[in-house]
C-alpha cells in the first residue's frame, strides 16, 4: 500500500525533530536499557560488515585470490546474514508493532524501515548466489574465479552499503525514541 504523502510529511517532521533533540553525539553518555542494547546490535553489524568489505578490498588490491575470498567470506557472510534474518524478524514482528501503537504518527517512517529489510533481503539473496558461483568457479577449473570473484565483491559491497543506510536510518528513528521513553 502506497503511503499517505500527508501522513509522511508529518512522519518525517516529527522524526526529524525528535532527532533535533537527541542528535546522534548525545547517544552514547547516557543511554537508555533499550537503547543501549539497539546500538549494540547494530555496532555488531557493523563490525561484520567491515570485516566483509575489507576482504573484498584485499581481494581488489590483488592481496586475495578470489579463491581464498571465497573460503573466507562464506561462513562470514553466511553468519551475518542469518543473524540480521533473525533481527529483521525481531523488528517486523515485535518492536515495529509496538513503536506503531505508541507513536502512530511515525507509522510511514516504520513503513519505510520494514521496506528496507525487505530490499536488503534482495541484496542478501545476490551476494549469496555470487558467494555460491565463486564457490563453485574455485572448487572446479579455477579458471572463472578471477571473473567470478569482481561479481561477488560488487554484490557483497551492495549489501554492505544498503546494509550501513538503513542502520543509520533505523537509528536515527528509533534511538530518540528510546530515549524519550526513559
Ligand atoms: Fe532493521
Ligand atoms: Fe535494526
Redesign the pocket.
Known amino acids: 500500500m502506497d503511503a499517505d504523502p500527508e501522513q509522511a510529511v508529518v512522519s518525517a517532521r516529527e522524526a526529524r525533530a525528535r532527532l533535533e533533540r537527541h542528535p546522534r553525539s548525545s547517544w552514547r553518555h547516557d543511554p537508555t536499557h533499550g537503547a543501549r542494547f539497539w546500538l549494540e546490535i547494530h555496532d555488531g553489524f557493523r563490525r561484520e560488515s567491515d570485516g566483509l568489505v575489507a576482504l573484498l578490498d584485499e581481494h581488489r588490491s590483488g592481496r586475495r585470490a578470489a579463491g581464498e575470498l571465497a573460503v573466507i567470506s562464506a561462513p562470514r557472510l553466511t553468519g551475518m546474514v542469518a543473524r540480521l534474518r533473525n533481527?529483521?524478524e525481531i523488528?517486523d514482528f515485535e518492536y515495529f508493532p509496538a513503536f506503531r501503537a505508541l507513536e502512530p504518527k511515525l507509522a510511514p517512517g516504520f513503513d519505510a524501515?520494514a521496506s528496507?529489510?525487505a530490499q536488503l533481503q534482495h541484496h542478501v539473496d545476490d551476494a549469496l548466489g555470487a558467494l555460491a558461483e565463486l564457490l563453485a568457479a574455485a572448487a572446479n577449473d579455477g579458471a572463472a574465479a578471477p571473473r567470478v570473484g569482481d561479481s561477488y565483491a560488487s554484490r557483497a559491497d551492495d549489501l554492505c552499503r544498503a546494509l550501513a543506510r538503513?542502520l543509520d536510518d533505523?537509528e536515527d528513528l528509533i534511538i530518540p525514541l528510546l530515549l524519550e521513553r526513559r
Open positions: 533481527h529483521h523488528e524501515l528496507d529489510h538503513h533505523e
